[in-house]
C-alpha cells in the first residue's frame, strides 16, 4: 500500500482545500476503510472522514457538515474537500487505509502528511 497526500496549505479562515490522496493498493488487499485523519501539534491523531468498504462515510463531529470526503475509483484517488475551515482545523492531514494484505495481520498504512494551515 503507497498512499500520497497532496493540496494542503495556507488559507485564511472561512476559506476552502480540497486534499487529495493517491492510493496504490495490490490486487489482494483487503481494505476495511480508507480515510483522512489529522495530527495538530501537542494533540493525538484524529479520524476526521472515512469510507467504509460498504461505502459509508463517518466524519468526525468537529468537521461534519463542513468538510466532505469522495474517491474516484478509475483515478485511485480520495478526496477530502474542506469549506468554512477554521484555525482550529490547522493540523498535518494524513491519508489513512486499515485492512490486511493477502493474510497478513490486519495493520493501518499511512501517507506522508500534507500541512494545512488556517489563519484568523
Known amino acids: 500500500v503507497q498512499l500520497q497526500a497532496s493540496g494542503g496549505g495556507l488559507v485564511q479562515s472561512g476559506g476552502s482545500l480540497r486534499l487529495s490522496c493517491v492510493a496504490r493498493?495490490?490486487?489482494?488487499?483487503?481494505?476495511?476503510?480508507m480515510g483522512w485523519y489529522r495530527q495538530a501539534p501537542g494533540k493525538q491523531r484524529e479520524s476526521v472522514a472515512i469510507?467504509?468498504?460498504?461505502?459509508?462515510?463517518i466524519y468526525g463531529d468537529s468537521v461534519k457538515g463542513r468538510f466532505t470526503v469522495s474517491g474516484d475509483n478509475a483515478k485511485s484517488t480520495m478526496y477530502l474537500q474542506m469549506n468554512s475551515l477554521k484555525p482550529d482545523d490547522t493540523a498535518v492531514y494524513y491519508c489513512?487505509?486499515?485492512?490486511?494484505?493477502?493474510?497478513?495481520?490486519?495493520?493501518?498504512?499511512w501517507g506522508q502528511g500534507t500541512q494545512v494551515t488556517v489563519s484568523s
Open positions: 489513512g487505509v486499515h485492512g490486511d494484505d493477502e493474510g497478513m495481520p490486519k495493520r493501518d498504512y
Open positions: 493498493i495490490s490486487v489482494g488487499f483487503n481494505m476495511d476503510t
Open positions: 469510507i467504509t468498504k460498504t461505502g459509508s462515510t
